[in-house]
Each structure stands twice: as structure tokens, then as C-alpha cells.
């Protein structure tokens, strides 16, 4: 896979964030999608956490690809995210005791999240250090938007606020299920819908097109 | 960062250096480890003691110095250094020097996970005077009112607590020992008044008739704060 161009390597970003959308596309780290998504704060916390994660180890792993054995490969690239995700536990707990006390447990789980190891073995280290990292960031970054649709969406309907700001006046009745676990589920469930939705839409116009012009020439 | 490495060979490599490629990962990785729990344990340590300093001040109204007690297994002592554990307790001091009251932490069983949590205890009228949820995990929207509804708290802000505090239904509070539960989290609020009655159950007896008493001068109010 050589790539040259430097338009691919901004290609290698873009496909994260929305044609190859980790959340929405792959369907993986859902344990941290549906766990932590109950406020927009939340969802960026993690969502800051699991991109440092991931730039770091594809980092790691893409300039020291020739080092690391292929029969351990796995270990080590775990052994690097443990590093990492015990850096970035750490950092928070100093800095931002409050958003980790509302993380919990999850940010110590960022190393059992598929996606960063799939990363790893599937991307950074085939690839130069250059395509690794923006490959980390477009998947990072479509991690967080992914991560931030949900706990948006949940927040305004659950709590009527976003960002701890009061949207709809005393009024509104919060909908209390959407930041309760089946909140996420549903959530999750109509945004893949809307997504696949979207891509369908997509194909068949792309077909269409192509019939007429096949019909006309 | 990792020179230690043979460099790779075509050749399928030993298992000295699957071992020895593990062993340096590991190492280092040891090492960063290391490093960031150093480089954060001192502010971890301070936001601790805060977050604690503040949830006293918070409990006991009035009060703008601590100083933590422990019980002996006889009487009642100054804490000289050590963590915090279920014999400490904390006497608030007022800006005359005056002793308040006692903040008392004691945990128990919720609804989900066990909750944590301070409360402050005046020992002349024989009152609680404010509580406040140190750590919980009850079920978001309902439970959670334990410590996000004001007026749920506010039940604790003058509480008799003889002969033991009761939670009764919403709106029909009428001892001064008696609490108002929340309407769809009784269990969670049952569970604050048992841990405050447990609480009680454990200290009420061991505290001493008049004020606690006091660390040499010098060493008093070591954990001393401004609200």
C-alpha cells in the first residue's frame, strides 16, 4: 500500500471521520458509546481521552514497526495503550477530578477498546509514521463526533440541557429513560439507522445515475 | 526508545528476543508509569484534601477551621497524621475558635453501589445540620436526587435525631426528626437516612461530653481553609 500524495494522506483522516466512521460504519467501541454518553461533557471527556490514546500508540507503533517482533506484536501494542490510557487516568484525575469522577472505571477500559488496537494492527503498523497518525487522528475524530451525536442528543432529551445549559425553560419534563442505559441503545439504534439510511439513499442515486447514463449513451 | 532492540532480520527471530523485545516494552512502560503517578500524587493528594476541607464547611455551617479527631478504641483523640479512615472524624471551629460541631463521615448501601457520604453533627442540640454525597452511583434522573435536589438536601439542614430519623412519604413531614423521601428513589433516600442513623449509632456514644479535644498550638488546624 504506498501512497504518495500528500492529498492521500489528508484522504487517511477523512475516511475516519465519515465514510469509515468507527461508531457508525464499524460498529466498534460501543462499550464506551453506550457507557459514558449520558452528557455532552461526558462524551468530549472520553472522547479527548481515547484520541490521545490513539494518536500516541499509532504513533508509537508506526516508527517502531521494524522493532517489534510479529510474534508479540500484540502484547506490545497492548503493553504501549496501557501506557497511555494510565497516562491520560492520571491526567484527568489531577487535572479534572469532577469529569473523572463522572468517567469512573471507563477510562481505565479505553485499553480494552477494539478500535485503538484494531488501529494498530490493522493501519500503523503497515504504514509511515505520517499515514499512521492522521489515520489515528480522522478515527479519534470520528470517534468524538460519534461519541458527542449521542450524548447530545441524550442530554438534551434527558436532562433538557446541553452543556449544563437549561434549553427549554422549567417546562420541559425531562425524558429520564434517554440518560438511563436504554436511552443509549435506542440512540445508537436510530442513529445507525439514519446513517445506513443516508449511505442507501446514496448508492441507489449513484445506480440511477449511472442507468441513465448508460440509457442515453 | 528502544536502542536495547536487536534490529530485525529476515530470519525468524528467537525467543531471547520476543522475550527481550517484551521485557524492554514492559520496563519502559513500567517506567512512564511511574513517572506520571509521581508527577500527579501531589496534586491528586491536595484535590482530595480539598474537595474534602470543602464538603466539611459545607455540612457545618458557621465554621471556617478543621482539625481531624480519631477514636482510639477508648476516647477520642487529635489525629496526628495517617489516612482517613472509618475511626476519623472532623471537629469545625468557627472564626473565634469556637468548637461547632462534629463532621461525621459513615457509608452504607444504595440502591445501586454504596454510597459515601458527610454529614454534620452539633452535639449541644443534639441536631444534623447539612449533609453532603461524597461518592454514589444511584440510578441518573431518580436516585441522583440524593445530592442534585436542594430540597432534598435541604431535610438535613436541621434534623432531630431522636429517637432515630425517619424518612416518611413526600409532604407529610411533620417530627423534627423526620425527613421528606424522594417520590420514585425511596429506597436511595432510605439509604441516606439508615447510613446517618448508622452513623450516629457508631459515634454518638464515643464522643466526648464537652468540646474535643485540641492539638498543640502550632499544630492546630494543619488542615485549615477558607470557605
Known sequence: MAVTSKTTAYDEMLKGLWRDNPVFVQVLGMCPMLAVTNSAVNAIAMGLATFFVLVGSSFLVSSMKGLIPKQVRISVYVIIIATFVTVADYTLLALFPVVHKELGAFIPLIVANCMILGRQEAFASKHTVKYAVMDAVGMAGGFM???????????ILGEGK??????????FEPWVIMILPPGGFITLGLLLLLFNWVGERKRQFMVQVAEQAKAEG | MSNDLVQPSAA???STRLVASLAVSGFLSGLIIIGIYVATLPTITENKARELRQAVFKV???VSRMQKLQFDGERVVVKQEGKDDENTLYAGYDANDRFVGYAIASEGPGFQDTIRLLYGYQ???RKVVGMEILESRETPGLGDKIYKDAAFVANFDELGIDPQIVAVKKGTKTEPNEIDAITGATISSKAVVRIINEGNGRWLERLPASAPPLAEEGERYKEQGTR
Open chain 2, 12 to 14: 525468524e527471530p528467537g
Open chain 1, 145 to 155: 463526533i460519534a461519541l458527542f451525536a449521542l450524548g447530545a442528543v441524550r442530554e
Open chain 2, 60 to 62: 457545618l455551617p458557621g
Open chain 2, 123 to 125: 452535639p449541644g442540640e
Open chain 1, 162 to 171: 446541553l452543556f449544563g445549559l437549561s434549553l427549554f425553560g422549567e417546562h
